[in-house]
């Protein structure tokens, strides 16, 4: 049995073959041939294209097939809309989606569906792409209050980032906080409000940033420009009256660099010809990479050993 002209971006649906006078029964048997690979009820998709999916691709994709088969417009919410939106989070997507339910209300939960009503009378809906979602500023917010706080200054700062496409301000968001009323959480989102910064350039530059402060350290500078015959440059962390800059997993800095024709090799000897520039001003540079952040012991070993101070919070 050719199933190739019934599959839809890697996906089946029972409801297609037996449109076409197909027993749907083949799909099970493909499932049991480990070819298919059932995603929900009376939905299968090719095993290998969606094994081969990150789990933002694979979540989006569960939305679609939610989306089909309801009998009523779908909006998005939380975690889902955060997908969609491009949030970045520690962690994968799950294989579960939120829906916001206007209508019914209170939680209600379906195989593979979350439903909320959760300020579902104030939250607005805009369209991105094929979905329907809760506004940017939102989602953030409502992402911001379901994770620790370093993770929700993290998201807000990605949020408000510089560069970014968002194109929230803080104003945005406390306007959106006072529209929302949670009836819990408020003050912690207020904290990550004022803690957030438009200078981070990553989500895990803002963690460390926030870990560094939470182990005791000085708040650092936050891209900073130093100038030397060469020009500019604005390191991830400045502690100038100690004489430290830091940087941020220069590895993801290597992957947006396009202007070195995506060579990696070319654009990590030009971080280190820009680290020794920064060194020959005078400075100590300590490079902060993802696994600090998951060793806390290593990043003060680090911070320690280039001469910051350390004070008990």
């Not at 130093?226 to 997993?249: K, T």
Request: charged share 30%; aromatic share 8%; hydrophobic share 40%.
């Amino acid at each position: 049995m050719h199933l190739e002209r019934f599959i839809q971006q890697g996906v089946v649906y029972s409801s297609d073959l037996s449109r076409e006078g197909v027993d749907p029964r083949v799909l099970r048997a493909e499932a049991a041939r480990g070819t298919l690979l059932k995603i929900r009820r009376g939905v299968y998709a090719d095993k290998d294209q969606w094994m081969a999916r990150d789990s933002r691709s694979r979540h989006m994709a569960l939305m679609s097939i939610v989306q089909r088969e309801a009998s009523n417009p779908v909006v998005f919410a939380g975690i889902s809309a955060a997908a969609v939106w491009g949030l970045p989070l520690l962690g994968e997507f799950p294989d579960r989606v939120t829906v916001l339910d206007r209508w019914k209300g209170g939680g209600r939960s379906e195989p593979g569906v979350t439903r909320t009503s959760r300020g579902a009378t104030s939250a607005l809906a805009v369209a991105v792409g094929e979905f329907s979602v809760t506004s940017i500023a939102r989602t953030v917010l409502d992402r911001a209050r379901t994770v620790p706080i370093r993770e929700a200054i993290a998201t807000i700062d990605w949020a408000l980032w510089k560069r970014g496409t968002s194109g929230l301000d803080l104003c945005d968001l406390h306007a959106e906080l006072d529209l929302m009323n949670p009836r819990g959480g408020r003050r912690s989102l207020e904290i990550a409000l004022t803690e957030s910064t438009s200078l981070s350039d990553s989500f895990g530059e803002s963690l460390a940033r926030v870990d560094m402060w939470s182990l005791g350290f000085p708040r650092p500078t936050l891209q900073r420009e130093f100038r030397d015959r060469d020009g500019s440059m604005f390191p991830d962390f400045a502690w100038e009256s100690h004489g430290v800059l830091g940087e941020f997993d220069g590895r993801q800095k290597y992957s947006r660099n396009m202007a070195v024709n995506g060579d990696p090799s070319e654009a990590l000897w030009r971080e280190k010809k820009r680290e020794d520039r920064l060194r020959a001003l005078g400075f100590t540079i300590v490079r902060i990479f993802w696994s600090d952040l998951e060793h806390p012991e290593r990043l003060i070993a680090k911070l320690m050993a280039a001469g910051l101070p350390r004070v008990a919070r």
